[in-house]
């Protein structure tokens, strides 16, 4: 009798054992598949994005978020600058809604001006990228200074303002481009241009680009892990039964 209790003890420990092993064998193995997923996320688009970083900057040098783009930007402030210092100083409610006035005026107008997608098309063909890919133009900051040294914020993406229109505040102001999920993975150029004088303006502007097949992509690029996991692992299908 003590002879069965001490091996079915035994049998007990090693089936204790056996499972413990493959929880932790098994978590192991998630974790190197997610860490993989996301090395390969990171890395997905990099030698694309940097091909696009670089042509994207030449056809802007000197500009903001688009060729004309600057000329767009510059006529709302420049010409409402003299009120928004009067009233910075002296009346701060119509300061917030003349500021969030001409912000909006901004936005619509980039957004009706834009030539953003044909510049994305020739960039595309001429580095013989995939066809498929998606983007998003954002403007991501706007402020002014009035004496080249402390700059007055108009907008900032991470804000909501009840004076800007709804349509503008995805991601910060949508200027062009259907790409909806946006971060630092299929994030191409992150630009702020200043010029730090009296009554200028600094403006903060980002690129995204990205395939909508993206995860599609990168599982098909991690079907040799997934391979040698089903392959080595001593715990699967009917062997794991087998065991027990």
């Known amino acids: 009798m003590a002879i069965l209790l001490f091996m079915s003890s035994s ?20 974790f190197l598949v997610y860490n993989t997923f996301e090395l ?13 970083k670089r042509d994207y900057s030449n056809a802007i040098r000197n500009d903001k978020v688009f060729p004309g ?41 980039l957004r009706a001006r834009s030539n953003i997608d044909s510049l994305m098309t020739a960039i595309i063909k001429e580095n013989k990228l995939e066809t498929d890919l998606i983007w998003l133009s954002t403007v991501d900051h706007i402020s002014v200074t009035f004496n080249g040294q402390q700059y007055v914020t108009l907008y900032d993406k991470s804000q909501l303002y009840k004076g ?17 999920n946006t971060g630092p993975s299929n994030l191409v150029s992150n630009i702020t241009i200043s010029t730090p004088t009296a009554y ?44 027990f």
């Open 11 to 30: 049998i007990f420990r090693i089936r204790f054992i056996a499972i413990a092993s493959f929880v932790i064998l098994a978590v192991v193995q998630y």
């Open 200 to 243: 200028s303006n600094r403006i903060g502007f980002s690129l995204y680009t990205d395939t909508p097949h993206r995860t599609q992509a990168i599982i098909t690029r991690m079907l040799p892990t997934f391979f040698a996991i089903a392959l080595f692992h001593p715990f699967t299908g009917n062997n794991f039964l087998y065991h």
């Open 164 to 180: 800007l229109d709804s349509a503008f505040q995805n991601k910060g102001i949508v200027v062009s481009g259907s790409l909806q």
């Open 69 to 109: 783009g600057q000329a767009i930007i510059d006529s709302f402030l420049n010409r409402n600058m003299y009120e928004l210092e009067r009233l910075y100083k002296s009346d701060r409610k119509h300061f917030y809604r003349l500021s969030q006035w001409v912000v909006d005026s901004i936005a619509v107008r």
């Open 40 to 52: 390969k996320n990171d890395k997905f688009f990099l030698a694309e994005a940097a091909q696009i």
